[in-house]
């Protein structure tokens, strides 16, 4: 597991190489919660996702990213909000071999 770093911002982009897959994942605060774009080398993946603790982002292995990402409350079981982001909200990345396919 990879934990991709964020800050806490309420807008923000990062640049990351997830199991050799060029990534760009952008992180936004609506008022109805954190949502997260993902490009794989500039093409989208998935976007507007709405972004809950533990509940994988990806998912469809036909989308074509290889593993998933998801948040972690390291202090319970809330959803994720941009002031924690970096602290108690974390972005972890597994391959799908760590995900048991």
Known sequence: MLIVPLRPLPNQTVSVLLDSQVCQIDVFQKTRGLFLNLY?????????????NLNRIVRSLYLGFSGDLFFVDSQGRSDPVYTGLGERYALAYMTSVELGG
């Not at 794989?40 to 809950?52: M, S, W």
Request: proline share 8%; aromatic share 0%.
């Open 40 to 52: 794989v080398a500039n093409e989208p993946v998935i976007l507007g996702v709405l972004c809950q």
